[in-house]
């Protein structure tokens, strides 16, 4: 048996507990995620009569009646929106046209944001804009959590913007939609 000074003992615990905790994702990286998106609690997946690709496109300026807000799916506007960084609340109906065309839509609440924060949201969502991703940022105050990711029926609510976490929902949902960009996808406003 190895005798070690208590010294050295408490030293080498400290390395190793370093060692374990970086090769774990612990420790406390801000705004850093280890979980997988799809093992995220608070995840919400819909797999229903609303994400089938039979849904309705409405007729006009007709409203749609949403089970949540902001939507997943559902009926929805014959016309997508264009995507981009919008600085007022789009029409949900046109929204969802362009989730079924694989957008994935990032929903903040302005007052409980910073504005740093709405400035990181804005750069990690230009880049997606950049790189040709379908992407809708908007504001609306009725999130039940400062930020809500959006696409083809699932959503996620983020109580702090957590930049991997945005990018591992855009990896695993844009184009997962039942009309994928190839069909057609919405245009980017630019």
Same mark, same amino acid.
């Given at each position: 048996?190895?005798?070690?000074?208590?010294?050295?003992?408490?030293?080498?615990?400290?390395?190793?507990?370093?060692?374990?905790?970086?090769?774990?994702?612990?420790?406390?990286?801000?705004?850093?995620?280890?979980?997988?998106?799809?093992?995220?609690?608070?995840?919400?997946?819909?797999? @229903?009569?609303?994400?089938?690709?039979?849904?309705?496109?409405?007729?006009? @300026?007709?409203?749609?009646?949403?089970?949540?807000?902001?939507?997943?799916?559902?009926?929805?506007?014959?016309?997508?929106?264009?995507?981009?960084?919008?600085?007022?609340?789009?029409?949900?109906?046109?929204?969802?046209?362009?989730?079924?065309?694989?957008?994935?839509?990032?929903?903040?609440?302005?007052?409980?944001?910073?504005?740093?924060?709405?400035?990181?949201?804005?750069?990690?969502?230009? /880049?997606?804009? @950049?790189?040709?991703?379908?992407?809708?940022?908007?504001?609306?105050?009725?999130?039940?959590?400062?930020?809500?990711?959006?696409?083809?029926?699932?959503?996620?609510?983020?109580?702090?913007?957590? /930049?991997?976490?945005?990018?591992?929902?855009?990896?695993?949902?844009?184009?997962?939609?039942?009309?994928?960009?190839?069909?057609?996808?919405?245009?980017?406003?630019?």
């Amino acid at each position: 048996m190895i005798r070690l000074s208590p010294r050295l003992a408490v030293a080498t615990i400290a390395v190793m507990l370093a060692f374990a905790l970086s090769a774990c994702g612990g420790g406390s990286s801000e705004g850093q995620t280890s979980i997988d998106i799809r093992d995220r609690p608070e995840l919400e997946i819909y797999d @229903n009569e609303h994400t089938t690709d039979q849904q309705i496109h409405l007729i006009g @300026n007709q409203p749609a009646d949403y089970t949540v807000f902001p939507p997943y799916g559902e009926e929805h506007s014959p016309i997508p929106l264009a995507c981009g960084i919008y600085s007022s609340t789009p029409l949900f109906e046109m929204v969802v046209h362009a989730m079924e065309h694989g957008a994935v839509v990032l929903w903040y609440t302005p007052t409980e944001l910073s504005a740093g924060d709405i400035v990181a949201i804005t750069e990690v969502m230009s /880049k997606h804009l @950049n790189d040709n991703d379908y992407a809708i940022q908007a504001p609306y105050g009725g999130l039940d959590a400062p930020i809500m990711l959006v696409a083809w029926g699932v959503r996620l609510p983020l109580s702090e913007v957590d /930049k991997p976490a945005i990018e591992q929902f855009f990896d695993e949902f844009h184009d997962d939609a039942p009309e994928p960009i190839a069909a057609g996808g919405c245009s980017t406003a630019r």
